[in-house]
């Protein structure tokens, strides 16, 4: 199923409930579902921050089975992010090495199952899928 | 929706989905912390990175005062977010 946000934080609640219907009535999983709404959030977020000067709504497709989630975000006019270029985090670095930031795109290649980014003509795709944990 | 309120207990209360646009509610609340606090997570269902980045921020802050967060009542999934992340060797969080 699919449906088109506003580019805004404030998007996030109304994209939470789009996903959550769709995951409920597939009966998917409760720890699928958390790292299924934790991705999506990582990604629309960054799509937000990272082309502050686009301005078409970015299109969510959620779909679910009952072996696996898939969730593709689709924004226009942008400029090219891959998200799946690994992100090294050190995640053991003590306290006071440790700086705010940087931690969503490490969380969403941890998270997903599987990761994919396309880009052309503006156009910026990512996929992601996650064992629904049936 | 998402709530941080002091509790009858001396505990912070934090309740509901502590996404990206609830930020703001939390950073300005842990910036009034000044001493050692204990957060009480049993009714914090979901955290995001926005979310850990305050927990850290607010963390280091304290931690310049030799003072820290308490993180209690952590559900699995946050639990696991932290196991991720490495909080758990940076916070004294106890599982519900």
Known sequence: MEKAFARSNDSLTAIYEFAESILAANEVSDAARFSVHLALEELFVNMVKYNPEAVSDIDLDVSATANKVTVTLTEYGVAEFDVTVPKKVDVNAPLEERTPGGLGVYLIQNLADSLEYEYGDGQSRVTFTKESGI | ???????????IVCTGRLDAAQCEKGQAFMDEIADSSTLDFDALEYISSAGLGILLKTQKRLAANGAALKIINVNNHIRDVFRYSGFNAIFDIEAK
């Open chain 2, 1 to 11: 929706m998402f709530d941080i309120q002091h509790g009858d207990d001396g505990v």
